[in-house]
């Protein structure tokens, strides 16, 4: 059975850093993988999708998956205080196998002024 | 273009009666999840459509719950004989396609008292 393993924190990083997230995954035929955003009492935003090694970068953000270490990251470079919020992994198995995601727990992430 | 969305965006019911979940799914998307987060907890699957094929119904809490997808575009969640511990955030989500990216809905606060 998939399992995707989040921090849940809180991380706290100050204003203008980067925010480090990171998410494992048991499933090594996993094939598609999400970061979602949760802020309070709001439904998931989807920040990034990454179907492949590497980094993958769309403005302050970027994910970085290793799939031999079963692990996925997302990286935010200049935080602001609007990135506070609940951070989501989300996880999608082989064509043929399971289209449900499995979801993380969440990290949640601070960042103060 | 415009997004996924639910109605209502709140119900209050009393506990025993039946309630109706409508979900409107982006138009094209041919996959459609239903979820529920309770306060302060993750997401939990309850069922997955993807196209016409039978959907996945394995996440369903009890025979209570049931869904239908019509013309494989909205969505109706139905829950029976409401019981307190049904109350929680009802999330509805759509993807262009099973191995794709999540779309989720502004979500249905249910409360059963």
Redesign the interface.
């Known amino acids: 059975q998939k399992e995707v393993e989040q921090n849940s924190g809180p991380l706290s990083v100050p204003e203008g850093a980067i925010a480090s997230l990171n998410c494992t995954y048991s499933d090594r035929v996993s ?2 993988f ?1 970061w ?1 955003r949760q802020y309070s009492g ?5 920040i990034m ?1 990454i179907y492949s090694n590497g980094d993958k970068e769309d403005g302050r953000f970027t994910a970085q998956l290793n799939k031999a270490s079963q692990y996925v990251s997302l990286l935010i470079r200049d935080s602001q205080p609007s990135d506070s919020a609940t951070y ?1 992994c ?1 996880v ?1 198995g082989l ?1 043929g196998g399971s ?3 499995t ?4 990290t949640s992430l601070i960042v103060h002024p | 273009g415009a997004g996924v969305s639910q109605s209502p965006s709140n119900k209050v019911t009393e506990k025993g009666k039946d309630v109706e979940l409508r979900c409107d799914p982006i138009s094209g998307h041919t996959a459609l999840y239903w979820y529920r987060q309770s306060l302060g907890q993750g997401l939990e699957f309850l069922i997955y459509f993807q196209g016409n094929s039978a959907p996945d119904k394995s996440g369903l809490p009890s025979d209570r719950f049931s869904a239908e997808r019509t013309g494989g575009s909205v969505s109706t969640l139905t829950i029976q004989r409401t019981q307190q511990e049904d109350s929680a955030v009802y999330l509805c989500a759509s993807s262009p396609d099973r191995d794709r990216e999540q779309y989720f809905g502004p979500g249905t606060r249910l409360t059963v008292t």
């Open positions: 094939q598609s999400f979602y709001k439904s998931p935003e989807l999708s989501l989300a999608k064509p289209y449900i995601p979801f993380g727990r969440g």
